[in-house]
Every structure is written in C-alpha cells, then in structure tokens.
C-alpha cells in the first residue's frame, strides 16, 4: 500500500527539459512555456559564469574578482590540504578575513567553458562503413587525439572533445584554465552535511 502510494504521488510529476548544450538551448519551448527568450549575450553571460573543477566538481563566480561558491564536497580535497595538527578546518571550518589570508589550494584547476566548435566531421572522417567497431572507435580516438592536440598547440586553453548525442555529435570544448585557486571560506563539514545534504 506504501509502495502504490508513492507510486500514484509521483505519476503526476513529469521532468522538465532542464539540460541542453549553450550552443542549443531549446529558445522556442522556453519562450512558449515561460515567456522567456535568452539572448546569445545572456547565454555567454551564464557560461562563463560557471566553473569546472578538474575533480569533476562544478561552482559559479559570484564576484567580478573570481570569487566562486561551490559545494562542500568539492572544496574537501583543499580543506584537509591546508589543515593542521593545530587547525582542523574540516572540523572547525575556515575564514580568510583579507586576501593574503586565503589558503593556496595546491593540485586545483578550475575550467571556464570559453568556446565551443563542431568538430563532428572531423572526427567521423576517418570511420569506414567497412570497419569494425573496434577500429571505428580507434579511428574516432585518433581523430579526437588530434584534434585536442592541434588545439593545445595553437591556444593555451585546456582542449576536450565531447561526445554529444551518444556519438552523434563531437564538438571541441575550449576551457580557459585557472591554477591559482585558494580557500575563502568553508564551514565545518557537520554544518555542511546537516541533513545530508
């Protein structure tokens, strides 16, 4: 009985179509649907208003001076890196009241999505009708070595290739690279995870 009425409370619940590439928004569902229409400006705005984290974490500039907010989790790594004997912030948290007091997160990289480009063709160029999987995928490999490569070589971006669309789509996704990242803030992890969150 539990269980059916779960079941019934969330039939009524349908998803939102709440993931899309920047490149492919879908504009004309979100004006139908919301009266809202973003603007190639208001969509770059938001892209280069989120953070990658190398760890696979993701945040948000919330200042014109790079300050980011992301969550817990995602800072842990830096946060017992710079505890002590003496100062455990992942107990107690952390607070750099000026910014000669912000602690260097050594090994962090943080990435800013700066452009995109298709490079489906140049990807599906090398693949035969007549090639197995297995050399297919070789050749999709190859291809996407070389197009990071090539990349790498003419910017000093970071450099991936997406697949989009399970393989139907590849698109180079150039990131601009940020080393330089310190801890601000971090409230202790009992605060953080209250709840479980």
């Not at 779960?6 to 490149?23: I, S």
């Amino acid at each position: 009985a539990a269980l059916l009425a779960a079941v019934l409370a969330a039939a009524p619940v349908l998803a939102d179509e709440g993931m899309f590439t920047f490149d492919n928004p879908p504009v004309k569902q979100l004006k139908e649907k919301y009266g809202f229409e973003p603007t190639k400006d208001w969509l770059d705005k938001v892209r280069l208003g989120s953070v990658r984290f190398m760890d696979g974490g993701s945040g948000s500039f919330v200042s014109p001076d790079g300050l980011m907010i992301t969550n817990h989790h995602v800072g842990l790594g830096c946060i017992q890196n710079v505890s002590t004997a003496e100062n455990d912030y992942v107990k107690n948290g952390f607070y750099a009241p000026s910014r000669d007091r912000e602690a260097a997160c050594p090994g962090y990289e943080v990435n800013v999505l700066a452009g995109m480009e298709d490079v489906t063709a140049r990807v599906q160029a090398g693949v035969t009708p007549q090639m197995s999987d297995a050399e297919a995928r070789e050749a999709r490999k190859a291809a996407i070595a070389k197009v990071e490569n090539e990349c790498a070589a003419r910017t000093t971006m970071r450099c991936n290739v997406v697949s989009l669309y399970q393989g139907g789509e590849y698109h180079l996704y150039q990131y601009r690279k940020y080393t330089d990242v310190r801890l601000v803030f971090a409230p202790e992890q009992s605060m953080a995870f209250f709840g479980g969150d």
